[in-house]
């Protein structure tokens, strides 16, 4: 049997605001912005609300009302950042809270209530809480969403719903408390329905002519016979371990045992489900109330449980545990399933290299960060500095052989170097040239071979490549920028070495 | 008593660890690999190229880098044959990976990881030597000292993975603990004066040092993805020397 409560902040922004501003309080004040050229109140303090002032009100009338009124600009998205931030506070209750937009929280509290000892206190304990910080708030519990939010704004006394009782709880109260379009609700009050009671117990097909499927739906909604989604802020992990520990744990083998024993759980789990994790979050509740964690990432599905552990004793070290650490917990955000995926890289037969390899990568991206390890293919372009192509996966296959019908160097440097040449025929290779103050006399040359910018991608001058090889032997791959011109010599650099 | 024999039974693990690291064990351990080493061949311990262990190779200036680089690519292309894959470790690279393929290395099968802290380099690289699915490891590093150099050999030796260890401008010579050192520098192109430009690469290949074989110095080219023995003129005395080592 489900359990929701509904918690309702009445006055919300304002109460915010005089948490900020303590000089506020008991004040009259509206928190307006401007719609459609006008100033429009969007939420007012108790005390403005007292002298008439209402949502809705244009900025000038309120003032004309109360003199004294002082119009405060509001923050269109402050609301929902306030329901985040306590609807995470609220996941102490229970793991799974949402907000309810524009003024507030459900929380499913099916199995949690006994641990506050009973519906009553956790429902007091809650509103006590939100109280003692501050806020105005009313909580009501239900079987349904729609009942707890009903009895939380317009019930007179009653604060929990029995199981199974919605429907007396409803009975007293008025069509607006179903959450239905203000159009129904006009019609429902032209037609003298001012209580619920009045109309729940006709026949569906009559409502339905009359106010449309939606009205049947809420119904539904508030006495369980239709479903009402929930959407939490935090949805649970599906793959997540908790090892909370007697007394606090400071040292790094107290920390391996625990990380052992978590990953002991959670892979025997995965493995029945037949999934692998590709990422894993170790969270350290620490006894000052901080929490640290670790994160670590693998390029395949794993479920090893001395994998993941290897990766995790590179992190150890990080983890400071101050006091002592009370809880771990460990999150499998990342869940793969485990399919014969392993088979495909470089045509190996064994799957066993893959993975060996695939680990091998892991433990060294865990050390050094993601971008370390690079695997290259070939890519259609004659340009040297785009014609390799970075492999996404270990998977992945080149669709093009490499090409090796030009000359290479074994050696590229980052970007071409100016060098000095004294190149005495144009279109021949140089007589020598001058790189990093050392003189290199040529004396066998290949070339040259032209290579052109793709237009498409960038435009600029054309290369001519010469292979070049000095009196040592050494070999060079230099070219020359662009075509001899009257005016201005065109300027060379060395690109590579080779073998 | 009982400590007097636990420490007899020690050191004589010790001896035999000592041993094992001297080489003593190396017959059963290297495996053949290509024969398209060429003349090299018979420098090694019994005529193999010796797997499973640490090569240093030393180059001091951007040619020699370069042919190094060659050198140790065709090596690995030994190494990896059709379907093994290669680990290139190193801080700043240079090599381009579509020039692998001109040595017999599938450029795809070789995998860069390119360090950016320098503690980190010699970790990775043991992680890659210790990791047994690969074919070769290659490193590229500047100094390296004798300890973290007989860690590398260590774990070249329990898992069988050949290390190539890439030793660019070193400061000093120092000693390390790998079979063989190597220095391959780059060959000008001769006697083909009635052909025009540049010919096949050609490489110095001096083998300095090596456990239980025998040094030497051979020019080779590298022709047809193998390694192939050249006389030039000025040095007939190389292939004596070759058939001696």
């Known amino acids: ?499 | 008593m009982e400590t007097a024999n636990d420490k007899n039974e020690l050191v004589a693990r010790l001896r035999a660890q000592i041993l094992s690291l001297q080489g003593v064990r190396v017959a059963s351990h290297h495996k053949q690999i290509g024969t398209g080493l060429g003349p090299i061949q018979a420098a090694f311990p019994q005529g193999a190229f010796p797997v499973g262990a640490m090569h240093e190779f030393i180059s001091t200036d951007q040619g020699q880098s370069a042919a190094t680089s060659g050198f140790m690519a065709a090596l690995a292309g030994f190494l990896m044959k059709q379907d093994g894959i290669c680990l290139w470790v190193g801080m700043h690279r240079t090599v381009f990976p579509p020039a692998l393929s001109f040595f017999g290395v599938a450029p795809e099968r070789v995998i860069f990881i390119d360090v950016k802290k320098e503690r980190d380099l010699l970790w990775m690289i043991e992680e890659g030597l210790r990791c047994q699915a690969l074919s070769a490891v290659i490193g590229q590093v500047q100094e390296i000292g004798l300890t973290a150099s007989r860690r590398l050999q260590l774990a070249c030796e329990q898992s069988n993975v050949t290390g190539l260890l890439h030793r660019i401008n070193p400061r000093s010579m120092n000693p390390v603990a790998a079979v063989c050192r190597w220095q391959i520098s780059p060959l000008p192109t001769e006697g083909q004066a009635e052909l025009p430009g540049i010919g096949h690469p050609r490489w110095n290949v001096q083998l300095l040092k090596i456990r239980n074989g025998h040094p030497g110095s051979w020019q080779v080219q590298w022709d047809n993805q193998n390694l192939k023995s050249i006389r030039t003129q000025d040095s007939p005395g190389k292939g004596q020397l070759l058939q001696a080592g």
Not at chain 1, 313 to 325: F, M, N, Q, S, Y
Not at chain 1, 336 to 344: A, F, K, R, S, T
Not at chain 1, 350 to 370: H, Q
Not at chain 1, 395 to 400: D, S
Request: net charge negative; aromatic share 10%.
């Open chain 1, 1 to 499: 049997m489900a359990r929701y409560v509904s918690i309702w902040f009445p006055h919300l922004t304002t109460d915010r605001l005089v948490l900020k501003r303590p000089e506020l309080a008991g004040t009259s004040f509206v928190l307006a912005s401007p719609s459609r050229g006008r100033v429009v109140v969007k939420a007012a303090s108790p005390q403005a609300q007292a002298s008439g002032i209402v949502e809705g009100m244009v900025a000038a009338d309120a003032r004309a009302v109360l003199p004294s009124l002082e119009v405060i600009e509001d923050d269109a998205e402050l609301a929902e950042k306030l329901l985040n931030a306590l609807a995470k506070w609220t996941l102490r209750y229970t793991p799974l809270a949402a907000i309810d937009l524009d003024d507030g929280l459900i929380l499913d509290a099916t199995g949690c209530t006994h641990l506050w000892g009973g519906e009553m206190a956790y429902l007091k304990d809650i509103v006590a809480r939100l109280k003692g910080s501050g806020y105005d708030v009313r909580a009501a519990m239900a079987d349904t969403i729609a009942a707890a939010w009903a009895v939380c704004r317009f019930g007179k006394s009653q604060r929990i719903v029995a199981p199974g009782a919605q429907l007396d709880a409803l009975l007293p109260l008025p069509p607006t408390a179903l959450r239905l379009d203000p159009i129904t609700v006009d019609k429902m009050y032209k037609l003298g329905f001012y209580q619920i009671k009045s109309f729940v117990y006709m026949a569906p097909s009559v409502l339905r002519r009359r106010f449309g499927q939606a009205l049947l739906d809420r119904l539904g909604q508030a006495l369980g016979h239709v479903h009402e989604g929930f959407a939490p802020i935090h949805p649970p992990e599906p793959f997540a371990e908790r090892l909370p520990c007697l007394e606090p744990i400071r040292t790094a083998p107290g920390i391996e045992i625990a990380l052992q024993k978590l990953l002991e759980m959670l892979c025997s789990r995965l493995v029945k489900e037949g999934q692998g994790v590709r990422k894993v979050i170790l969270k350290c509740y620490r006894i000052d109330g901080e929490m640290r964690q670790v994160e670590i990432g693998t390029s395949f599905a794993s479920c090893s449980t001395g994998h993941l552990f290897k990766l995790f004793e590179l992190k150890i070290p990080t983890i400071e545990p101050a006091l002592g650490i009370e809880l771990f917990v460990l999150e499998a955000p990342v869940v793969e399933p485990l399919g014969e995926q392993q088979d495909q890289l470089f045509n190996v037969g064994a799957a066993n290299k893959w993975v060996e390899i695939a680990e091998l990568l892991d433990r060294l991206v865990a050390r050094a960060g993601p971008d370390i390890s690079h695997r290259y293919l070939p890519a259609q372009h004659y340009w040297p500095e785009r014609c390799t192509l970075e492999a996404a996966s270990l998977k992945e296959q080149p669709q093009t052989p490499w090409r090796t019908d030009r000359p290479r160097p074994v050696h590229l440097l980052q970007e071409p170097q100016k060098v000095e040449v004294s190149a005495p025929v144009p279109d021949y290779p140089p007589m020598l040239f001058r790189y990093q103050g050392e003189v290199h006399k040529i004396t066998r040359a290949d070339g040259p071979e032209r290579i052109e910018q793709e237009w498409w991608i960038q435009q600029g001058l054309h290369r001519d490549y010469y292979t070049v090889e000095d009196e040592s032997g050494a070999r060079f791959w230099i070219f020359r920028l662009g075509h001899y011109q009257d005016d201005n010599k065109p300027e060379w650099f060395i690109h590579g070495y080779f073998a």
